[in-house]
């Protein structure tokens, strides 16, 4: 009993932790720019479900805190719906309504009164937010802590691969990855991993000479201390730099802002990469991954830092620092799939406010009805199969399949 409450709690704790900081920071975004144009706004809740403490400030916004952990949410004075985009016809009623409660005017200090280029900002606030919060996590870590360059030094061609049959040798430096300078070994793990049958081209430094080598990376099912076994593309070299080549650097702070935004793009980028792959048949998708997915990786990060030491207070310190990095990487994850155009997220309204601006007037109800309705199917659909690829990482079937056996 107690093994199942400790895993519970290495498991569901942390993501608990990170999500609702996560989500709030991107609902937060969006309360400020709409309090900055003056929206009116009837409450900002963190967490779902039944109240655990409610105030309301001297802007009758109520500020919540609920029990269920998973988020929250800002709800503007007047929402009808959850798309923010009601018809024409909803405008209407929705003015005569406030006209005839508050009087001539009161109209304007609502969210679907304003100009377009407002609620547009209003709702690019919460992946902005998500963005920001990343680059000042990185931008602290770079300054306060500092980082390690590894550089990419190969200690060993595994027989049978795709570096030995490029003609990789041991003691090579990987300079240059498909044209892109390489300080750190990490930075061609990530250009490797989402190029499995895809030639990549190499530049190293072999005896003070620049060689030029291409190889095509193959898939194979690794085995990731933090989110398990995955299938990625695979070079066949092992790593290890000589004495003296490994450097760490605090960056002074405006050098770790810009390091810090960079970090944030080529996390984006990868991003657009790997979907860019499934969209052409090169992926799988495989990698994608839900709640339980993020759950794994919290636990992951969890153990990975408590086992790098036994000192209880450099443990709790090792967690603490690396679910604020884990919060950072999950933190860009929610808020680029916010911007995806579709209906009941944020990319979803600008999607509406678009056309709205172009026709000079809100879409139809039945469109909006039609969008939503395929939007959520998406949703579903896209977390129906990211679980799906958490429970075969998690070996759920391997272990009922013993059961039944």
């Known amino acids: 009993m107690l093994n199942l409450l400790g895993q519970v709690f290495v498991y569901v704790v942390p993501f608990l932790l990170v999500l609702t ?13 709409a309090r900055a144009f003056k929206v009116k706004v009837d409450r900002f809740s963190i967490g ?30 007047g929402d009808l719906d959850s798309s923010s985009v009601p018809d024409q016809a909803g405008i209407e009623a929705l003015r005569q309504e406030i006209v005839a409660e508050h009087g001539p005017g009161a109209e304007r ?50 027989p049978g691969t795709a570096a030995a049959a490029a003609g990789f040798q041991v003691q090579d430096r990987v300079i240059e990855v498909n044209g892109r300078a390489i300080a750190d070994y990490r930075d061609v793990g990530q250009v490797v991993a989402l190029r499995a049958g895809t030639p990549v081209d190499f530049v190293v430094l072999r005896d003070g000479r620049r060689v030029r080598l291409t190889a095509t990376p193959v898939r194979q099912l690794r085995e990731d201390p933090i989110s398990g076994p995955v ?32 970090q944030t793009g080529d996390i984006l980028g990868t991003t657009l990469t790997y979907l860019g792959r499934i969209a052409t048949g090169k992926e799988s998708g495989d990698l994608l991954s ?23 207070g450099l443990q709790a310190a090792n967690v603490a620092l690396m679910l604020v990095q884990f ?24 999607l509406f406010y678009g056309y709205e601006a172009v026709a000079r007037r809100p879409v139809p109800a039945k469109v909006q009805e039609v969008g939503y309705r395929v939007g959520l199917a998406l949703l579903v659909g896209l977390m129906l199969f990211a679980t799906w ?12 399949g013993g059961l039944a056996s």
């Open 21 to 33: 900081v996560v989500v709030t920071i991107h609902e937060l975004g969006h309360f400020l720019v």
């Open 389 to 400: 690829n958490d429970l075969q990482k998690l070996s759920l079937f391997k272990f009922l």
């Open 109 to 158: 200090d609502y969210f679907y009164f304003k100009p377009i280029w407002q609620r547009a900002l209003i709702v690019v606030a919460g992946p902005v937010a998500n963005f920001l919060l990343a680059i000042t996590i990185f931008t602290l870590l770079f300054a306060g802590l500092g980082v390690s360059v590894v550089p990419a030094r190969i200690a060993e061609v595994q």
């Open 327 to 350: 919060a950072a990487i999950v933190s860009i994850g929610i808020g680029f799939l916010n911007l995806l155009p579709i209906p009941v997220l944020d990319g979803g309204h600008l």
């Open 290 to 312: 839900g709640p339980l997915g993020i759950a794994k990786a919290a636990s992951g990060v969890t153990k990975q830092a408590a086992a790098a030491t036994n000192d209880v």
């Open 231 to 262: 299938r990625v593309g695979y070079l066949g070299v092992g790593w290890d730099p000589r004495p003296g080549e490994v450097t760490y650097i605090r960056y002074p702070p405006h050098e770790a802002l810009g390091q810090a935004v960079k």
């Open 48 to 77: 779902f479900g039944r109240t655990l403490f409610s105030r309301t400030d001297r802007n009758g916004i109520e500020w919540r805190l609920a029990w269920l952990p998973l988020g929250g949410y800002v709800k503007f004075s």
